[in-house]
């Protein structure tokens, strides 16, 4: 079983820069494709970034594009969302998640098998 814990979540001014941490425990989550989520208030959970097992291959949504960067460590079994230039629209709850599948990254939510808690980022203008 894989357990994934966010960390990082915050209150920051539009402008602003956070990074979230996603630890993983399991001696195979370093072998899973990891995806960013968030949602927003009011509304359905959103794809945000996604990095192969490897590090090898990202893909952002258009709205992080070039302000959000996502990582990896696997030696630490940890995924990093590095987010800068926050805007007031990037506030929702952010989730990590993993895909236990040897496949392509995805980035519809229903395939990734495991899920953190959630962490709350709340951005002012």
């Known amino acids: 079983q894989v357990q994934l814990v966010e960390s990082g979540g915050g209150l920051v001014q539009a402008g602003g820069s956070l990074r979230l941490v996603c630890a993983a425990s399991?001696?195979?989550?370093?072998?899973?494709?990891t995806g960013w989520f968030r949602q927003p208030p009011g509304k359905e959970r959103e794809f945000v970034a996604v990095i192969s097992w490897n590090g090898g291959y990202t893909y952002y949504a258009d709205s992080v594009k070039g302000r959000f960067t996502i990582s990896r460590d696997n030696a630490k079994n940890t995924v990093y969302l590095q987010m800068n230039s926050l805007k007031p629209d990037d506030t929702a709850v952010y989730y990590c998640?993993?895909?236990?599948?040897?496949?392509?990254?995805?980035?519809?939510?229903?395939?990734?098998?495991?899920w953190g808690q959630g962490t709350q980022i709340t951005v002012s203008s």
């Open positions: 998640a993993a895909d236990r599948q040897i496949r392509p990254p995805r980035t519809d939510a229903a395939g990734y098998d495991y």
């Open positions: 399991g001696r195979t989550a370093s072998w899973f494709n």
